[in-house]
């Protein structure tokens, strides 16, 4: 017979009821906790009131011994009544602090009576009617010899003679001013019952204030340049609010900029010029402002590229920027232009970047190549033909000189001669061992070389004469032939 083996831990049904029962439980605990946590606090309030109102009543008794009675001007002169101050659950703060969005409570001496007002937000919403902004619910019984009933607060403060710099400002009016730095908003405010909190909120930052007497000020910081939205909010205890709103307009001087300019992938420097061999190039810049790149044509973001030249010219072509970068494709002839880029803001400041753009699709042409030298046992000027396999025969290399004759449309930009060819089979090109660019000579569109002792040749060698004549464009001519030095 086999052994019956034991069983030991626990199956995963009774795993799952066991989760089952411990679910039902959190869920019947935590809406009981939730509730006592706001019933605690809603009867440390009302208790803290209610010895407040004892402590009232003590003082106004101690009063008696040394004069008339009467009760404390603020809450606060009750402090030495407390080991230590009631505090309020709600805020955290001293129930007996002057500032009622802390205590809680709205306090006022009124001689041989006093007013005593919660203020306190229902933000648990102990009534169960929805509403966490109405004040919570609890009776005061003010004792005093006048029985002074507590009267809910629904007016709201009044806000008035708000200036900007010492000029009256109209309420949703724009108000103009050449610059904002250095400005002070002043205003007055008043209520039935007190204004307890002003604030300053320029766009979306806000600065809370004080007053200074009945008067409230605040410096202006430094602004940029555009539009502004001004925002007055002032409180009272019951946390009714007025506010008082404008639009501060400042102007905008400053011209946007033009930076990072580039034509076929060459940098461009403002007024410069840039010479390229193709018809087709692709124009990117970019452009910044103050309050942002605007066009009144193709709107916000957009700048204008002018292509002017003495047979055509094309205005207004709007180009609009792309992750900030502007670009356009120029398609234009063989020839000279000047290019502007202009980029406007909306207040019509205006930058401009310009340039001269030539297009040179033409290489320059080697016209001819003579040597001066000793030919043969012959000195004497020699014409030299294109040949790279044709020779000439040196018999002195020092002093020898080659002079070039080369024209081009817009101009040549360097004649070069090279020597001492070597061909790499990796990559499939040439490279020389000497490389020197020819001086003009006094002879207009002539360059020239001359060869000294330093230029060693082997007697009886071969060597690869290369002319090349290049322009600004990169576009070049060339031209060949072989030396030989004899004994």
């Known amino acids: 017979m086999g052994k019956t083996q034991k069983r030991y831990g626990f199956t995963l049904v009774e795993l799952l009821v066991v989760l089952l029962i411990l679910g039902v439980l959190v869920g019947l605990a935590v809406p009981r906790y939730m509730d006592a946590q706001k019933n605690a606090r809603f009867r440390t309030f009302t208790a803290n009131v209610r010895e407040i109102q004892s402590t009232l009543e003590v003082y106004r008794m101690d009063k008696t011994s040394t004069g008339p009675a009467e009760y404390p001007d603020n809450l606060s002169e009750l402090t030495s009544y407390f080991t230590q101050p009631p505090i309020n659950p709600y805020t955290g703060e001293s129930m007996l602090s002057d500032n009622p969005e802390e205590s809680g409570l709205q306090y006022t001496n009124n001689g041989s009576t006093y007013t005593l007002t919660v203020v306190q937000r229902d933000v648990d919403d102990v009534n169960k009617n929805g509403d966490t902004t109405e004040p919570l619910p609890i009776a005061l019984n003010v004792a005093s010899e006048t029985e002074t009933p507590t009267v809910p607060d629904n007016q709201a403060p009044v806000i008035s003679d708000v200036t900007l710099g010492g000029e009256t400002v109209v309420e949703t009016e724009p108000f103009n001013v050449t610059s904002a730095e250095g400005l002070t908003l002043s205003f007055k405010t008043t209520d039935n019952v007190g204004v307890t909190y002003a604030e300053v909120k320029i766009d979306s930052a806000t600065h809370a204030i004080t007053p200074v007497g009945d008067v409230y000020s605040y410096r202006l910081p430094v602004l940029g340049a555009g539009n502004h939205t001004i925002t007055i909010t002032v409180r009272d205890a019951a946390w009714n609010e007025a506010t008082f709103i404008f639009t501060l307009v400042v102007p905008d001087t400053e011209p946007p900029v033009i930076f990072d300019v580039t034509l076929g992938g060459q940098d461009v420097t403002e007024n410069g010029t840039v010479t390229l061999n193709t018809a087709s190039s692709k124009l990117s810049f970019k452009a910044t402002d103050n309050v942002g790149v605007y066009d009144s044509f193709c709107g916000r973001g957009c700048a204008k590229i002018d292509i002017l030249t003495t047979r055509i010219s094309f205005f207004n072509i709007s180009v609009i920027p792309v992750k900030g970068v502007y670009s356009y494709t120029l398609r234009v002839d063989t020839g000279t232009y000047t290019i502007s880029i202009k980029a406007t803001d ?36 020699y014409n030299i033909l294109y040949n790279p396999t044709a020779t000439i025969n040196v018999n002195d290399i020092a002093g020898t000189v080659i002079t070039v004759t080369a024209t081009d449309n817009v101009g040549v930009s360097s004649v070069i001669i090279e020597w001492g060819a070597e061909y790499n089979f990796e990559t499939g090109e040439w490279s020389f061992a000497h490389t020197y660019e020819l001086t003009p000579s006094v002879t207009p569109g002539t360059w020239q070389y001359t060869f000294d002792r330093f230029d060693s040749f082997a007697a009886g060698q071969h060597v690869l004469i290369d002319i090349i004549s290049a322009d600004a464009a990169g576009l070049y001519d060339q031209f060949g032939f072989v030396l030989v030095v004899t004994e």
């Open 346 to 381: 909306a207040a019509g400041n205006e930058a401009t970047f310009s340039f001269t753009l030539v297009v040179d699709t033409e290489p320059p042409i080697i016209l001819a190549v003579t040597l001066t030298g000793t030919v043969d046992g012959k000195y004497g000027t």
